[in-house]
């Protein structure tokens, strides 16, 4: 059993940054991909970026694309999601997963294809 812990979230201005933690506890993650998602008020949960295990590969949804940045540390059993000129559009409850299929070369992007789930940190983009 792992337990997924996600920090940093909060109330932000267009444009401004934040870097989001998600830290693993239980188990390590390190050979696992991971993900984060978001869902805004009345959507769906979406895709919004997943790293590999090693953190030689990474993917983004496109609506993040050139702003977010995903990293992993593996040493802390924790991953990273830098986002930078935030958007109204970008406001949300954030969650991170993991995917246990250790080593894959595979970085998913549905929730179908994650294992366990966090919480959730909640970021909101103001005018």
């Known amino acids: 059993q792992v337990q997924l812990v996600e920090s940093g979230g909060g109330l932000v201005q267009a444009g401004d940054s934040l870097r989001l933690s998600c830290v693993a506890y239980?188990?390590?993650?390190?050979?696992?991909?991971m993900g984060w998602f978001r869902q805004a008020p009345g959507k769906e949960r979406e895709f919004v970026s997943a790293i590999n295990w090693s953190g030689s590969v990474t993917r983004y949804a496109d609506s993040v694309k050139g702003r977010f940045t995903i990293s992993r540390d593996n040493a802390k059993n924790t991953v990273y999601l830098q986002m930078n000129s935030l958007r109204l559009e970008d406001t949300a409850v954030y969650y991170c997963?993991?995917?246990?299929?250790?080593?894959?070369?595979?970085?998913?992007?549905?929730?179908?294809?994650?294992?366990?789930w966090g919480q959730g940190t909640e970021v909101t983009v103001s005018s």
């Open positions: 239980g188990r390590t993650v390190s050979t696992y991909a």
């Open positions: 997963a993991a995917d246990f299929r250790p080593y894959s070369a595979y970085v998913p992007i549905g929730l179908s294809e994650y294992d366990y």
